[in-house]
């Protein structure tokens, strides 16, 4: 009991320090330009607000989680975050007291826009690890925290020293930008029921297939009709295509004897199954809604997008969405340079 409890409890710190990097980056690459005490400034107020942002995130994870396009809307906000900071990467002249304050809260304000969109795909997986276990999602966010914040400042001292990092890390988050994008539930919907094409592999882990360990389930091989073509078992993991209804999940539980492989069934059941509307959600809103609930799409859509899964346009789309962010900044300061050259040159004629 208390091997598995530290065994939980390591996983979310792990998890949390693994997905904070990003975080790290972007606190790091708002505050770089500034001086030294601002910096450090900006950098304990952008790991405040991350601290804030993620336990906000922890306690209304559940009504994030029904708002579609929630991850496209982040995702198109993260290019123009990595846009926006590289517009400014050439302008090497100081900062001087007179705007020193509204540099900071410049910064300041970058970083809190970042930690929103990105602390949700964090809390996301810690919450997944943690269940129902508050005090570990505190734990972990506390301990994770103080690494971002730590590494945020080394990081902001290699960017002075070596400007190829901020481009790496505009990569970092147009990358970021463009899987947010992808893996859009509402838009992988969208290209699945009607295109019948499946873009990325993802879409199928997350919201068709679900995999668990099962040990032994009697007959495999003869399964009832209405699993036949929604079940797959080999090599002790069983997979289940699509929403489990009541009756499949009880098929399947009275074929497995070990306490743990029914536990498993039960677990695809619960994550598969369509959920119930909320009672606080209006009834003239609840038909519109009701597909927000739903954790799996149906067999259909699997059947629908087999010998079109095309997973290479993920990985194109990512490249493109990379080379728009660090592109564009670049296109736009070529164009405000010669703008500026005449504009100096007319003032010394004159």
């Known amino acids: 009991m208390v091997l598995a409890l530290l065994t939980k409890i390591a996983q979310i710190i792990l998890i949390d320090i693994v997905l904070s990097g990003d975080n790290a980056v972007v606190i790091a690459m708002a505050a770089h330009k500034l001086p030294d005490h601002q910096r450090k400034q900006a950098i304990l107020w952008g790991g405040a607000i991350a601290i804030i942002m993620r336990i906000m995130f922890t306690l209304i994870m559940a009504f994030l989680l029904l ?23 050439d302008d090497d002249h100081e900062i001087d007291a007179t705007k020193a304050s509204r540099s900071t809260w410049a910064a300041i304000r970058m970083i809190f826009v970042a930690d929103f969109v990105m602390s949700l795909d964090n ?3 810690v919450a997944g690890a943690a269940g129902e276990e508050w005090w570990m999602i505190i734990m972990g966010l506390l301990v994770s925290i103080a690494i971002i914040m730590f590494f945020s400042a080394v990081i902001a001292r290699l960017m002075n020293r070596y400007h190829w990092i901020v481009y790496a890390g505009a990569a970092i988050l ?24 499946s873009l990325n592999k993802e879409w199928e882990e997350k919201f068709m297939l679900t995999h668990e360990k099962v040990s032994m389930l009697r007959g495999a091989d003869d399964l009832p009709e209405d699993l036949q073509d929604v079940v797959q078992y080999h090599d002790g993991k069983l997979e289940f295509i699509g929403q489990m209804t009541e009756q499949q ?12 492989d029914k536990e498993a069934i039960s677990h695809i059941y619960e994550v598969s199954h369509k959920r119930d509307v909320p009672d606080w959600v209006p009834a003239n809103w609840r038909p519109r809604v009701e597909n927000w609930f739903q954790r799996r799409w ?46 100096h040159a007319a003032s010394t004629q004159s």
């Open 67 to 89: 708002v579609p396009g929630v991850r496209f809307v982040g995702g198109l906000v993260l290019i123009w975050i990595a846009c926006k900071l590289l517009m400014g990467e």
């Open 123 to 125: 809390m996301l997986a």
């Open 174 to 197: 147009a990358f970021t930008a463009g899987e947010m994008i992808l893996g859009d539930r509402e838009l992988a919907n969208y290209i699945a029921v009607n295109h019948r094409m």
């Open 249 to 260: 999940r009880d098929d399947l539980l009275a074929r497995v004897d070990a306490e743990s």
């Open 298 to 343: 149906p067999a259909d859509v699997w059947r629908g997008v087999q010998g079109r899964q095309y997973h290479f346009v993920a990985w194109i789309f990512y490249a493109a969405v990379v080379a728009f962010c660090l592109a564009v900044p670049y296109l736009l300061r070529r164009r405000k340079k010669p703008a500026e050259g005449a504009g």
